[in-house]
């Protein structure tokens, strides 16, 4: 059409194959390389937080850190654990973190962490999984939804305590 301007596509890295696409369970020295990721995705540096994270889910059997590599460079995490009867709520799986290199974001990466982390969940036996986000990360809403994902039985309460 004349007199449109469209936006330059992203850039775009050729989809990984199976034999370069490696997910596996984190180890604590992926800790640094976690946080490297997550600043450079939220801006904001926070290597004491990943560092109780890595130690805090280290070797409890319900709680997964799943690293994508690609070519042997971490390109990718997700972080979940089996939560139960909070608020009445039977046993379910809670993604609470999720974190794709930019250059990754179109091939399918974080597509296929969350399903390795659903099957982790499913191993441990739960049949549902949730996770929550703020009402303007459009991104990750659109990912989520994108897995199947849909708004579920409860409603977030909040009031400040100032």
Known sequence: MEGVISAPA??????????????????????????????????????????????????????HILIAEVGGRLRGFII?????????????GWIF????????????LGSRLFEAMCQRLRESGVKTVRTMLARDDNLNMAFFRSQGMMGGPFTQLEMPLD
């Not at 654990?81 to 039977?90: D, I, K, L």
């Open 10 to 63: 992203p850039p775009r890295i050729p989809s990984p194959d199976a034999d370069d696409l490696t997910i596996r369970d984190a180890r604590p020295e992926d800790a640094a390389a976690v946080d490297r990721l997550d600043a450079r995705i939220t801006e904001l540096a926070k290597p004491d937080y990943w560092r109780e994270i890595f130690a805090r889910f280290s070797g409890r059997p319900d709680s």
């Open 97 to 108: 973190a999720i974190g794709v290199h930019p250059d990754h974001r179109l091939n399918k």
């Open 80 to 92: 979940g654990e089996v939560r139960a009867w909070e608020f009445g709520s039977p046993p379910s």
